[in-house]
């Protein structure tokens, strides 16, 4: 590593800092002279907060979600309906539709949406762990919450399938209705249209 | 606090880092979220290297850039004429001038520029030290190596007043070539410029 700045520290704080998403050396160089203008209780308060999310925070082993505890905070809530499984892309998903306090159920986090693009299979996704969940807990309703996106759509369907095979017969499918608008992804949904397609979702069918 | 995610560790590190410029909770989350999809030693790594950095960096006695010891690398290697201060407004913009490899001497951080718009005043700068360190010092020339912006002339003009008032005789105030863009902040020129510049210096005149 050639030593560019003055500080082999500083170096080091904007090589890390440049691995983030979207953040070059420029934004990582000023994110860096930015803490050292301030207090340091900032950057030991920032750096000590990475840390302990990162070896605190692990997978909801139900749900997938992230957890501070073997079993979620939504999965151990006993006042959360278990036969309603919400399936979400991810963990940003979970927190945007918690925010519409529409749903009382719990969830599934696929951890990423099927796209042969991005070589992204079934098999790198927790839908394995969804059908076998929903195979021997009382669930009566599974709601596919995806993106409706080309990829969202292929994961619905590619889930659907799966379940239909199962034969599972007290089981519902369901989709929160298309009130979301086509092509964006669920994250950039506002909140109201969010609730509002899930009060109105309905069975799910082929296309 | 208002508990937002399910985890409190997540809730503390979006805070965190929504802390930083230009960095919104939306884009916190993002990259907080990208953290704990990667492997645990990312996030140790980058904390770590934020606390190390504003721990470790202080601010050399002589020219005020950022040094971790008491005395920079640049004003205690031997090789550098200590008789030529580039006078510089931040940390960046001595990163700069090294970057052309065009200038030999040492330098003086003022730490910002003359904006009474925004509250600086001469006070609030290292120009006192400057002028202490002229006076006392085997120095011979001064560059006043400021962005040429209205700040930056005001800031010229105002530190050429207080050496002239000085009587130093065997001093020269330089700076660089007006080859750079007027109006520009020194950081974003180009390095074959600024390096043009600074081999082109001349005299400091009123104006």
Chains 1, 2 share one sequence.
Do not use: W
Request: hydrophobic share 40%.
């Amino acid at each position: 590593m050639e030593i560019e700045f003055a500080s082999s520290l500083l170096e080091s704080a904007v090589t890390e800092l440049s691995r983030l998403p979207g953040v070059g050396r420029k934004t990582a160089l000023r994110l860096a002279l930015y803490l050292l203008r301030r207090d340091p209780s900032e950057a030991v308060a920032l750096g000590q907060s990475l840390i302990d999310m990162r070896r605190g925070i692990r997978y909801c082993r139900s749900c997938h979600n992230i957890s501070e505890t073997d079993l979620c905070p939504i999965c151990s809530d006993a006042a959360r309906d278990k036969s309603v499984v919400c399936v979400v892309e991810n963990v940003k998903d979970v927190l945007m539709v918690e925010r519409t306090r529409q749903f009382n159920g719990v969830y599934h986090v696929l951890g990423g949406l099927i796209s042969p693009v991005d070589g992204v299979g079934p098999d790198s996704l927790e839908i394995a762990s969804l059908i076998e969940r929903v195979r021997h807990e009382p669930i009566r309703e599974v709601i596919l919450a995806l993106s409706p996106t080309m990829e969202g759509d292929t994961t619905n369907f590619y889930i659907f399938r799966r379940l239909q095979a199962a034969e599972l017969p007290g089981l519902t499918v369901t989709r929160p209705a298309r009130g979301l608008a086509l092509g964006n992804d669920l994250e950039y949904t506002d909140e109201l249209t969010l609730g509002r397609s899930l009060i109105d979702r309905r069975p799910f069918e082929n296309r």
